[in-house]
């Protein structure tokens, strides 16, 4: 017999109930950071259900990042300005069971820092060319000393680059994206006997994209990200994976 197919029907818990509602506040406006929730009593009697159904809401929404509840605070818990960190924890956790492989965050990285690059060398201030001199000079300090103090002068170029392309959304994903694909090859570039010379040529390649954003040629800047992206990680992500990145290659 013909006619839609249905799904089972999902039992909505009470607290779930709650997050919804306190969720869907937070997006509207109608809560905004700073500000503080009922206390539990007032909650309890708003939503007409137990202590413990609320705790278990303030629990999610506080492991979500939205609220802040404090033990023996008398008042409400508070609702948080906007964080990256959990979209960070999100795609970390696809990552761990391998729901992301490691081909689709460098994929995914090629494309964000490539369209930074291209918005950074259309909208960047001498102030934030300034910024990705220094730090391209602290890179060249720390190559022969420290790779910990190298990696950091290397997300300060990338941060000021995200930053000049003027688009929150790209300097939040580019941190969060750069970060995890970093922890999960940390240890393999660690123990690399050519760390050095990766470090020594990854200034290089530094070097041509500020070229490239300074000289105001978007689109050199993004393929240089691209082509940069691709020499840097290729060698450490599977076989199978390696076409994906290659297409971002082509013109």
């Not at 539990?40 to 609320?54: G, H, K, N, P, W």
């Not at 580019?174 to 006997?193: E, M, Q």
């Not at 990766?198 to 530094?206: A, D, E, K, P």
């Not at 050199?220 to 994906?244: G, I, K, N």
Request: glycine share 4%.
């Amino acid at each position: 017999m013909g006619g839609p197919r249905f799904e089972p029907v999902r039992t909505v818990r009470a607290y779930e109930r709650i997050v919804e509602q306190i969720e869907e506040a937070v997006e509207t406006g109608a809560l905004t950071p700073g500000q503080r929730l009922p206390s539990e009593r007032d909650l309890m009697a708003q939503f007409s259900v137990s202590r413990s159904t609320v705790r278990e809401a303030l629990r999610v929404l506080q492991a979500r990042g939205l609220v802040q509840s404090r033990p023996g605070d008398p008042n409400g818990a508070e609702v948080q300005p906007f964080s990256p960190a959990a979209l960070h924890k999100s795609m970390t956790t696809l990552a761990r069971v391998d729901e992301l492989s490691l081909g689709e965050l460098v994929q995914f990285r090629m494309v964000l820092d490539a369209s930074a690059n291209l918005l950074a060398a259309r909208l960047r201030t001498d102030e934030q060319l300034a910024e990705m001199d220094a730090a391209i000079e602290r890179m060249r300090r720390a190559a022969e000393v420290s790779y910990d103090e190298f990696s950091a002068a290397d997300v300060a170029f990338h941060d000021a680059v995200a930053r000049a392309s003027r688009n929150k959304l790209i300097e939040i994903s580019t941190g969060v994206v750069r970060s995890i694909v970093l922890n999960l090859i940390a240890g393999k570039i660690a123990s690399s006997d050519d760390r050095v010379a990766l470090m020594r040529r990854s200034i290089r390649h530094h070097e041509e994209v500020l070229d490239a954003v300074r000289a105001g040629d978007g689109p050199l800047a993004a393929r240089l990200s691209r082509e940069t992206m691709y020499d840097y990680y290729v060698d450490y992500v599977p076989a199978d994976e390696r076409p994906a990145l290659r297409a971002l290659l082509e013109e």
